[in-house]
C-alpha cells in the first residue's frame, strides 16, 4: 500500500486474544523521550484562491487510511533511535513477531490479449504434462488461442525458467513465469519466494533512502500484509500492484531495501497466532486511526495511537483545499446549495460522519471515508467550513452604496479585500458575523472595483463592482450642458437621440479638467440622454432620458 495510496483494504478481519510487551516498551522509551522536538514541515504560506462565489475550504491532518503503521511516523520512529520490533509493536498494539507460514507466493503481472517474454540468456519453457523445451536468449509472443505458436505441442499452462531474471513487459522478474490463457486473454503470473517478492516490494512502498529500522518495519508490514491478504479460488496469491502492494520486480529493487528484507527473513507480525492484516499508509498526521472508528469494525490490534515523529512529513498537515461548493453539491445530489457541513468525530479525532446541510434544510448523511473518496481528500482528519461571498449588482452610480452578503459557516473570522481599478489588492475591513455566520457588509467604491473574501491564506468569492460616472445635463434647443462626476478630463460626452427602439449619436464632445461639458447644436424635439465613457477605472454611464417638448 503506497506512500499516495486512498483505498482501504481491510479484508476479513475477526477478534483476536492478543498477547506481547512491544507496545509497552515502546511506550515507555516514548515518555522517556519526551523532551525531544521533532521537526516540523516548513509552513506554507502562499494564498490558495478561488473565485467561486461560494466554497467549501478544507483543512487537515495526514494522507491515507490512518490504520496501522504510519509510514512517515515509523521514519521517524527509526530516527529516534526505535528498533524495527518497537516500531511495529507501537502501530499493532499487543502483536508478536513469529515465522511465515509461506515461503513462495504467485504475483498478478498481467492480463491482456497478448502477452510479451523474454531472456538475456538461455531459458526452458515446461507444459502441463511436464514436457520441456530449451529456447534461445531472446523474446517470445503470447496469444490467447496458441500460448506459444513456435511450439504448437506444448499444453498451458506454460512455466518459463531462466537463470536470469525473465523480462515481462519490458521489466525483469525473479522467480518462475506462469502462462494460462482462458481462451480470450493471456494471464502470466510471476512463481517467486516471498523474500524475493518484498525486495521489489519494500522499495516500491517506502523510500530506499529512510532508516534501516523503518526499512525493515516495511519489510515485516510488507510480508504479514501479503500474507494476511492472499486471494482466494484464483490461479495467483497477490496482485502487483495497489490492489495488493506495488511490486516492481527487480528494476525496483535497492540494496537497503534489500537488506532490510533479508535481515527480518520470514518474519511476520502474529496476532492470536495467526498473521495480522498489518494496513499501512503514508502519514497519520499525529495520531493513528482506529479500525472501529473507520470501520465499524473493531480489531484489537488497529487501534488509535500516538504518533509523536510524523511531523517531517509533508503531509502532517495539509489544506486548505478549496473546493466549488455548488460542484460538490451537484457531485453528491443534493437539490440546493451547501450551507454547512457538520462534522461527527470518533475517538480517533478523524471524521466519522459529515452531514452535509443545504441551504433548504435538507441534509444528507456521509461516512468520513466517502466523503473523502467523493472529495479526493488526504485523509478523513479534515476540518471543513463553507465561505461565501454571494454576487454584488454589476453596475453601480458613482457616489453610491451597495451591499455584499456572505457566510463563514464555522463562524471563523473572515475580512474583505479590494481591488480597485489600477491598484493591488488592499485590504477592505474585517467582518461582523452573525449567530449562524451570516455578514452584511456595505462597500462605497469610487471606480470600478473587485472583492473578495480572505482567511488566513484563503481568499474566495472574486465579485466585481463596475461604476459608472454620475451625469448631470439639461437640453434646449439649441443643445446641452451638463458636468460629470467624479471629474475627469478628456472623457467622450456623446448626446443621443432616441430613434425607434434604440439611439443615435446626435454630437458629442469631450469634459473639461472640472468636469464639465457644453455641446452646442440645433435640437428638434424628442427625447435624448448623455452617454459619457471616461476609463480611468470608470464604466461608461448614461443620464436618465430628456424630454425636449
Request: charged fraction near 15%.
Amino acid at each position: 500500500m503506497g506512500l499516495a495510496r486512498v483505498a482501504l483494504r481491510l479484508g476479513v478481519v475477526s477478534a483476536l486474544l492478543l498477547g506481547g510487551v512491544a507496545s509497552a516498551l515502546l511506550a515507555a522509551r516514548v515518555s522517556a523521550g519526551a523532551t525531544t522536538t521533532p521537526t516540523t514541515a516548513a509552513a506554507v504560506s502562499t494564498l490558495v484562491t478561488s473565485p467561486a462565489s461560494s466554497v467549501l475550504e478544507i483543512s487537515g491532518h495526514g494522507w491515507g487510511h490512518g490504520l496501522g503503521l504510519s509510514q512517515w511516523g515509523a521514519y521517524g520512529y527509526a530516527r529516534h533511535g526505535f528498533t524495527y520490533d518497537e516500531i511495529l509493536g507501537h502501530y499493532y498494539s499487543g502483536t508478536t513477531l513469529g515465522p511465515a507460514p509461506v515461503s513462495t507466493v504467485r504475483v498478478l503481472l498481467a492480463v491482456g490479449k497478448r502477452a510479451s517474454l523474454s531472456s538475456p540468456g538461455e531459458w526452458s519453457v515446461s507444459d502441463a504434462l511436464g514436457t520441456k523445451v530449451t529456447l534461445a536468449p531472446g523474446s517470445v509472443s503470447l496469444a490467447p488461442k496458441r500460448l506459444l505458436a513456435s511450439h504448437p505441442e506444448l499444453r498451458p499452462p506454460l512455466t518459463f525458467t531462466g537463470e536470469q531474471p525473465l523480462v515481462v513487459g519490458g521489466k525483469p522478474y525473479r522467480g518462475k513465469i506462469a502462462v494460462s490463457s482462458d481462451g480470450t486473454q493471456v494471464q502470466v503470473v510471476d512463481l517467486v519466494g516471498l523474500e524475493g517478492y518484498l525486495k521489489g516490494v519494500v522499495p516500491s512502498e517506502m523510500p530506499s533512502d529512510w532508516s534501516p529500522e523503518a526499512l525493515k518495519a516495511q519489510a515485516v508490514a510488507a510480508r504479514s500484509y501479503a500474507l494476511a491478504n492472499l486471494t482466494k479460488g484464483r490461479s495467483f496469491d497477490l496482485y502487483g500492484d495497489t490492489r495488493s502492494q506495488v511490486y516492481g520486480g527487480v528494476n525496483a529493487e535497492s540494496p537497503s531495501a534489500s537488506a532490510a528484507v533479508e535481515a527480518t527473513k520470514g518474519q511476520v507480525v502474529l496476532a492470536g497466532g495467526k498473521v495480522a492484516d498489518t494496513l499501512f499508509f503514508s502519514t497519520s498526521g499525529g495520531r493513528t486511526a482506529s479500525a472501529v472508528d473507520s470501520t465499524s469494525v473493531g480489531v484489537p490490534y488497529l487501534v488509535s495511537v500516538a504518533d509523536p515523529y510524523d511531523a517531517l512529513s509533508p503531509y502532517h498537515a495539509w489544506g486548505p483545499v478549496l473546493l466549488d461548493a455548488a460542484r460538490v453539491a451537484r457531485k453528491l445530489k443534493l437539490a440546493a446549495p451547501i450551507l454547512a457541513l457538520q462534522v461527527g468525530n470518533g475517538t480517533d479525532g478523524r471524521a466519522k460522519t459529515v452531514t452535509v446541510v443545504s441551504t433548504d434544510e435538507s441534509q444528507v448523511t456521509l461516512t468520513g471515508s466517502q466523503v473523502r473518496d467523493e472529495l479526493d481528500l488526504r485523509s478523513t482528519w479534515f476540518r471543513p467550513a463553507v465561505l461565501q461571498l454571494l454576487p454584488a449588482a454589476r453596475t453601480m452610480t458613482y457616489g453610491g452604496a451597495s451591499s455584499l452578503h456572505g457566510r463563514s459557516s464555522d463562524a471563523g473570522p473572515v475580512s474583505l479585500e479590494a481591488k480597485a481599478a489600477g491598484l493591488d489588492w488592499a485590504p477592505a475591513g474585517d467582518l461582523t458575523l452573525g449567530a449562524n455566520g451570516a455578514f452584511s457588509t456595505i462597500v462605497r467604491p469610487q471606480v470600478t472595483t473587485q472583492y473578495r473574501l480572505a482567511r488566513g491564506s484563503v481568499r474566495i468569492g472574486l465579485t466585481r463592482l463596475s461604476v459608472a460616472p454620475r451625469i448631470a445635463a439639461q437640453v434646449n434647443a439649441t443643445g446641452a450642458e451638463g458636468a460629470i462626476a467624479p471629474a475627469v478630463a478628456g472623457a467622450t460626452v456623446a448626446l443621443q437621440q432616441q430613434s425607434g427602439a434604440g439611439w443615435t449619436v446626435v454630437a458629442s464632445t469631450i469634459t473639461d479638467a472640472s468636469g464639465a461639458w457644453s455641446i452646442r447644436e440645433s435640437l428638434e424635439p424628442g427625447r435624448y440622454r448623455i452617454r459619457c465613457a471616461p476609463r480611468h477605472g470608470l464604466a461608461p454611464g448614461v443620464s436618465v432620458a430628456l424630454p425636449l417638448p
